[in-house]
Structures are given as C-alpha cells and as structure tokens.
C-alpha cells in the first residue's frame, strides 16, 4: 500500500510503498478513504515534540471501511463505515485497579485516559521498504491507504455520509464540542470567547452555538477565518493584532467578562488571555495541546476570588460510543456543518502541499483523499 512517511522532523514526507501487518486479535484493518490534517500532526513532524519516534506515518482523523477484523472482535465487521480516533482504550480498568486501585479511569467513563497497554501500543506493525519498521503516528497513521487499530478507536457512521467529512467527527470537532458540553457543561444563555479558530476551536464555536449561547465571540490573529466564525454562530470577531481583546470583551459584555472561555490556540498568551476574560464564576477550558515547552501565567487570586475554574480536555473528554452518535444526529438536522469546515482536497501525492497550506494557518481543515465517495 502507499503511504506518507516523515524520515525526521521538518522533512518532506515520502509517499512510499509501506507494508502493514494483518490484524492480530482485538485489531480491526480499515481501508483510509479520507483523512484530516490536524495540528497536532503539525507538531509532531515539525519536531514540536521532543522524543517522538521516526520514521513515522501520521494522520489520525480518519474515516474509511473495514476490510478485516481480528479474532474477537464482535463489535465490526467487514464493510463498516467508521471513524478512527487516537483514543485507544482496553474497555476494563481490572489491570490498572490491581496495580492502583484510584486508576479506573475507563470505568469512571474516562477512556481517553486508559492507562493499559495493549499490544499496538507496543508493536511496530508497519515496513517500510527497506524492510525497516515504521511508527504508527498518534495511534492511527491514516496517512496511507490503510490504518490498523483497536475497536475502541472505532465509530460507525451511517452508509450515506460523505467520508471526507465524516473524517472530521474523529479529532477536531470531537474535541470542539467535547469541551463544551462534557468539560464545561455549557449553560444555554451564556457568554463565551473562543481563542483560536482554527480546527478545534471552529468547533468550539459551532458546539457554543448549537448549545445557544447569547454571546459567541471568535478572537485570532488570522481575519481570513472570520467569514466561517460568522457563519458557523460567532456573534462577533476580533483580530489580536488589532485590537486589545480584554478591553473589547468587557465591551462586548458589559464589564463583566465571559462565562466560558475556549482556548485552542498553542500559546501560553492565549491561555493567560482566556483567564483574564473570565467573569465571576466563569469557566475556561483548555483545548489546545501546545509544543513542548509552553508555559503560561495566570494570578490565582482572581481564581479565588471569582470562583473560577481553570480545566484542561484531552480530546474533548469523549466517548466515541455516546458522543458520535450525538454528532452525527446534529449533522444530519442540519446544526452542525462539517462540509464548510473543508478548505481543500488533496490526493495522498500532494500531501507536502496541504501540509504547507495547513500550516499557514487560514484552513480550517485540508482533506487527504484516497477513494472516491
């Protein structure tokens, strides 16, 4: 199969003949019909992330087909139109109780901070074509024609959803709306900023909107994304290089800042902006996983003083099994608009160039395609 291989940070990826093994017990193979280009694919083959294996295939917003699956898996079958998401869970938190009882995360209905080692965690499963083993990049590598993953890592989506943009559930708009409904547990009515508009924090946007909130105010330093924030429910815009957001949101609110502030943006200026923004009582989450290195500060008196919460969300603190049926039920109404989040469709050999566009930060999402819909 073809596939996209990075050899080290900052190189071009090779699209390259790569074998992938069959799956083993507990593993399903899917045949990649569309993949997403998120950030955190940007980070891991800039070298954002000290530490992290190469050569390596990236690319882990993924929808496609199972074409096999291994012994007991019950769940799939071949045929099954799916997202792949980076989550990867054992489904029983018997082995991480025994060794610490206070770690049941699955079972408290936190999967997407399973502890468990499982065997793809820990067996390379691609070759390249020197014979060399290749690492699967966030859990997924859909950069090639073909990805195998856990079952857990899997969601089905209805037969006629276009693949490209149901690639979309599997990362960034999982994460956008996770944080609104499961991290802040957003109330209808209420103020929100979102910090960075690109794939996760559009999201956040739209998830703010379809949860009717009053006030949806979209901050970043790039205007060419306002057009989409407006459309998809952003009641107002603000370019950071322009204007001092801090003064603008206490306009926009009355002096009393917001009660939920989104942070998708890498930086800790974004972070230590969505605190300052912060009404009493006020929420801020987290969404953005910046490079390496990030820090930021924020004055706890105001947290105290306030009441306020500072929370962080790993993938929007999802569950696939209950929050893509949700999504999938939002698109389908019409509330939830994945086709205007594409930017461009690209075949697997112009990956370098959606991956340059991606990273000059206008798109929302670039699409990777392999099979025609």
């Known amino acids: 199969m073809k596939a996209a291989v990075s050899y080290g940070a900052g190189q071009l990826l090779v699209v390259e003949e790569v074998a992938v093994a069959s799956p083993g017990e507990g593993e399903v193979a899917v045949q990649v019909g569309a993949c997403a280009i998120c950030q955190s694919d940007l980070h891991y083959l800039s070298g954002a992330w000290p530490g992290k294996p190469f050569p390596v295939i990236c690319g882990h917003e993924v929808a496609g087909i199972v074409t096999d699956v291994g012994k007991s898996v019950e769940s799939l079958r071949e045929g099954d139109r799916v997202i792949a998401s980076l989550v990867r869970n054992l489904g029983t938190c018997d082995p991480c109780v025994a060794e610490h009882p206070s770690r049941g995360?699955?079972?408290?209905?936190?999967?997407?901070?399973?502890?468990?080692?499982?065997?793809?965690?820990?067996?390379?499963?691609?070759?390249?074509?020197?014979?060399?083993r290749v690492h699967q990049g966030l859990k997924v590598g859909g950069f090639a024609e073909r990805a195998l993953v856990h079952p857990?890592?899997?969601?089905?989506?209805?037969?006629?959803?276009?693949?490209?943009?149901?690639?979309?559930?599997?990362?960034?708009?999982?994460?956008g709306y996770g944080a609104v409904f499961n991290s802040a547990k957003m109330r209808p009515g209420g103020s929100v900023v979102v910090i960075g508009i690109g794939g996760v924090g559009i999201n956040c946007l739209q998830a703010a909107a379809i949860g009717e909130a009053q006030t949806v105010i979209a901050v970043d330093v790039v205007p060419e994304k306002f057009a989409l924030a407006r459309e998809l429910g952003a009641t107002h815009t603000l370019n950071a290089k322009e204007t001092s957001v801090t003064e603008a949101v206490m306009e926009i609110t009355g002096g009393f800042g917001v009660d939920y502030a989104?942070?998708?943006?890498?930086?800790?200026?974004?972070?230590?902006?969505?605190?300052?923004?912060?009404?009493?009582l006020g929420c801020m989450v987290v969404a953005a996983l910046p490079p390496a290195g990030v820090t930021a500060q924020v004055q706890p008196r105001f947290l105290v003083n306030k009441n306020q919460a500072i929370l962080g969300t790993k993938m929007g603190s999802a569950q696939l099994s209950r929050d893509i049926p949700v999504l999938i039920e939002h698109y389908r109404a019409g509330r939830l608009k994945l086709g205007a989040l594409i930017a461009e469709r690209y075949p697997l050999d112009r990956i370098n160039d959606a991956i340059e566009s991606a990273?000059?930060?206008?798109?929302?999402?670039?699409?990777?395609?392999?099979?025609s819909q």
């Not at 408290?108 to 820990?122: F, I, K, N, Q, V």
């Not at 209805?158 to 708009?173: H, I, K, Q, R």
């Not at 943006?265 to 009404?279: N, R």
């Open 105 to 132: 995360y699955c079972r408290a209905g936190h999967p997407y901070l399973c502890e468990t080692s499982l065997p793809l965690d820990r067996e390379e499963r691609f070759t390249g074509p020197d014979g060399a």
């Open 152 to 175: 857990s890592q899997l969601a089905t989506i209805p037969t006629d959803m276009p693949l490209e943009e149901a690639s979309l559930l599997a990362c960034g708009v999982l994460t």
């Open 262 to 280: 989104f942070v998708a943006a890498g930086s800790g200026a974004a972070i230590e902006q969505g605190a300052e923004v912060l009404a009493k």
């Open 359 to 371: 990273g000059q930060g206008a798109a929302a999402r670039n699409i990777i395609e392999f099979t």
